[in-house]
């Protein structure tokens, strides 16, 4: 990579380019800290998530064989009355830069059961209930790991230009300050040297003009 030239106007600009590359080393490492303490609360929030999936599962599971012991056949034709439920909105919100998911579900609570009451058990309702819950938990379970491998993602890339300004590109630009610094100075003392060389020269030669003019 071919050197600037040691001038004072490269010297200005290597050390505006190195503020500039300081602040964004400072800025980078700040979104990355928001960004991990981010992702630490998303998987504490995927953890609890799937711990009440699994309790509500299993109390959906334990509700349903209650009620097929006691509705025998007629449990499984009104679990299969129960419609395919594709009721939701993908939408997303920006942290940091990162573009988070957000799923938006349509809840009909109050229409009930989609089978009828007469010849159902409580157990069956109970199942239906627990169910709809493990649905709805599972829809924000997902929302959440989406979430958490974005933002994993989004701390490993600001991470790496962390890396890149902190390790190549400001040690590069502190060399190239040093270097002019060090060129500039060191014309500074040769053009130092030349001027008393030149003054030390003029006034021997004033010594001699006055001697000639004295004789």
Not at 31 to 54: C, P, W
Not at 96 to 107: D, L, Y
Request: glycine residues 4%; hydrophobic residues 40%; positive net charge.
């Amino acid at each position: 990579m071919p050197q600037t030239a040691p001038t004072k106007g490269n010297l200005t600009a290597a050390k505006r380019s190195r503020s500039l590359a300081l602040t964004g080393y400072e800025l980078m490492d700040r979104k990355r800290n928001i960004l991990i303490r981010e992702l630490m609360s998303r998987i504490d929030e995927a953890r609890e998530l799937q711990a009440r999936i699994d309790e509500t599962f299993a109390e959906a599971y334990a509700s349903m064989r209650i009620a097929e012991i006691a509705m025998g056949g007629s449990a499984r034709l009104a679990s299969d009355s129960v419609p395919v439920d594709d009721g939701f909105s993908l939408r997303s919100r920006s942290v940091m830069g990162v573009e988070m998911p957000r799923v938006s579900v349509k809840r009909d609570v109050l229409a009930g059961p989609p089978y009828g009451l007469s010849f159902t058990t409580s157990e069956l309702d109970d199942a239906y209930f627990k169910f709809l819950e493990v649905k709805e938990l599972i829809r924000d379970l997902a929302e959440t790991e989406n979430s958490i491998y974005r933002l994993a993602y989004s701390i490993k890339k600001a991470q790496k230009r962390a890396n890149a300004l902190k390790n190549i590109v400001i040690p590069g630009l502190d060399a190239d300050i040093f270097r002019i610094t060090d060129a500039l100075e060191e014309k500074e003392r040769e053009e130092f040297v030349r001027l008393k060389v030149v003054k030390s020269r003029n006034e021997r030669l004033k010594v001699k003009s006055d001697e000639a003019a004295g004789q």
